[in-house]
Structure formats: structure tokens, C-alpha cells
């Protein structure tokens, strides 16, 4: 199956994480000419945050997600790397529960494949908090590579 479209989903936690899901998002996007949907999702909290902290005026700006996603630093980061690397790309954010919002990206933008990142967590502590990288690889509409944290 060739593909197309893939969407890296990022998040606030993932910070420590950029380089490596921006590197293997560039290993399958580069040789396939992939099309890349960088899609941040935040909680309501997070996105309130986020407005705050970028400074965007809400009774001047017509402000989206997409539009909060795209001032991201983790965000930007990613996007001068595609750039770089010449891989095309779009931007897009989401407000609501992290697994539920990647996988209902994944759906919008007929994602070929999901990158997404998490770290490592014992039984007992996916049981009591759940895990976003869990319920995406479970319930998205096409593979999932996960990319761990590093560990020290």
C-alpha cells in the first residue's frame, strides 16, 4: 500500500520527542513523497493556554486551532525541518481528548499512516491513566508507528 498522507501528532508532552518523530516521519515521507499533516491537539485547558501564551487577541483574531497549532514551537520546529527537507506539508490543530482527537484526524485528512510518540509505562500505570499512544494504535483507521521516548 503506497502512501499518500501521513499525519504526525504531536502534543505539549512531546517536546522531547521532535527529533526523532521528525526523523521518522522525514524516513517515510522523503522516499514516498508523502504528504504530511502535522496535527497538535490540545485539551481545552491547553488550547486556553496556548492563546494566552501566543498572545493572539480573541476579539480581533479569528482564531482556529489550526491557527494556534501553527504558532507552536514544537510545531515550527517540525515544519522548518520539512522545509528543509522538501516534504509537503500542512498544519493542523485540534481541541479535545488527545487519543479521540488524533484518531478523528487521522479519518479527516485519509491518513496512510500515524506517527505518533509516548513513553514507556508500566501495566498497572496504562491501567489506572490509560495511554493516548495505546488507544490510537488500537482505534486509528491505518498503521501506527509508535516512537518512544529515549530512554536515560
Do not use: N, W
Not at 515550527?76 to 479521540?100: K, P, Q, S
Not at 493516548?132 to 498503521?143: E, F, G, K
Amino acid at each position: 500500500m503506497a502512501i499518500e498522507t501521513m499525519l504526525l501528532a504531536v502534543g505539549p508532552s512531546d517536546r522531547d520527542r521532535i527529533d526523532r518523530l521528525t526523523e521518522e516521519t522525514l524516513d517515510v515521507a522523503g522516499p514516498t513523497g508523502a504528504k504530511v499533516v502535522v496535527g497538535h491537539v490540545f485539551t481545552r485547558d491547553e488550547y486556553e493556554d496556548a492563546l494566552e501564551k501566543l498572545e493572539f487577541d480573541r476579539d480581533i483574531d479569528d482564531v482556529s486551532p489550526d491557527d494556534v497549532a501553527g504558532r507552536h514551537a514544537s510545531v515550527r520546529d517540525i515544519a522548518e525541518r520539512l522545509d528543509e527537507a522538501d516534504v509537503d506539508y500542512e498544519v493542523r490543530g485540534a481541541v479535545g481528548e488527545h487519543a479521540d482527537s488524533i484518531v478523528e484526524l487521522a479519518e479527516g485528512v485519509a491518513a496512510d499512516r500515524v506517527i505518533v510518540g509516548g513513553r514507556r509505562r508500566s501495566p498497572t500505570g496504562k491501567a489506572v491513566f490509560g495511554s493516548t499512544a495505546q488507544t490510537v494504535m488500537l482505534d486509528a483507521p491505518c498503521p501506527v508507528t509508535f516512537v518512544r521516548a529515549g530512554t536515560k
